[in-house]
């Protein structure tokens, strides 16, 4: 029953994908959804405390003092530089997570730790609650060209919940082949693999479909694939921007202790 599940959920994808199929309604001057990563990849950001701290601890998102407290991330956009239909694309977006997960999102009163907005080049976001790691609030990016589509902002979002990019597994080498050669020079670090006592798959299969999953194209530098599936059916279909997917959903409810 669950593979027939799985194989349901595979095949509607790909119908949506295929049909350029809006999941939810735009917003006047935006698009809602981007069906696959396209514009601006997504970067993680690590700051010297951090790779410091792997490198003698090797713990990383397995641990729980990365996750928010009370399940709740708090956050800050201001004006300027975002516009009111920017916040509102924000709001729906955090919605979708909040819809199928016990996560919460609150907007800034006086909280000490909270994530900040900020609309700098690229899409960006620091990896797990920072809290008293650093000083002054974490790092979230979203550039108003590119960045402003429901997955990308989910994408970011889940990064500051505590998740790298699928294709950081330490199992990715038996699901994907990273072309080094075409990365992008200083873009690297995007496409580490991780171990498994630095981060964790909850126990949940690899899911070519994560909206955490670059596309095959994703900080190319010479137009030829950076990442190439172990199964070429699903070439054209990681990267996928429309939101969580099944396994994300799972995820994020494990990760934050969600009842089920």
Same mark, same amino acid.
């Given at each position: 029953m669950v593979l027939k599940k799985h194989i349901i959920f595979v095949a509607l994808v790909v119908f949506a994908v295929s049909m350029n199929f809006a999941l939810a309604l735009p917003l !006047?001057?935006?698009?809602?959804?981007?069906?696959?990563?396209? !514009? $601006?990849?997504?970067?993680?950001?690590?700051?010297d405390a951090e790779k410091q701290e792997r490198l003698l601890m090797r713990n990383g998102m397995v641990q729980t003092m990365y996750r928010w407290p009370n399940n709740t991330v708090v956050y800050n956009m201001d004006s300027p530089p975002f516009d009111a239909a920017?916040? !509102?694309?924000? $709001?729906?977006?955090?919605?979708t997570i909040e819809q199928v997960t016990c996560v919460k999102f609150l907007k800034r009163t006086n909280e000490d730790?909270?994530? @900040?907005?900020?609309? @700098?080049s690229g899409c960006s976001s620091q990896v797990g609650y920072q809290g008293r790691l650093q @000083?002054?609030?974490?790092?979230l990016n979203l550039s108003k060209s590119g960045c402003f589509s429901l997955g990308t902002i989910v994408h970011e979002f889940l990064h500051a919940l505590g998740f790298y990019h699928m294709q950081s597994a330490s199992n990715r080498d038996d699901?994907?082949?990273i072309k080094w050669e075409n990365i992008q020079t200083g873009k690297e670090h995007n496409f580490e693999k991780y171990g498994a006592n630095v981060i964790t798959d909850f126990g949940i299969s690899y899911d070519y479909l994560s909206v955490m999953h670059y596309s095959a194209y994703a900080f190319s530098s010479n137009k030829e694939a950076t990442i190439e599936p172990q199964d070429l059916a699903y070439k054209n279909l990681i990267g996928q921007r429309n939101g969580l997917s099944e396994k994300d959903i799972a995820k994020i409810n494990i990760m934050y202790n969600c009842p089920e």
């Open positions: !006047d001057g935006y698009s809602s959804f981007s069906s696959r990563e396209e !514009d $601006e990849p997504c970067e993680i950001i690590v700051s920017e916040k !509102d694309l924000v $709001e729906r977006s955090l919605k730790f909270y994530v @900040n907005l900020t609309a @700098n @000083n002054g609030p974490q790092r699901f994907v082949t």
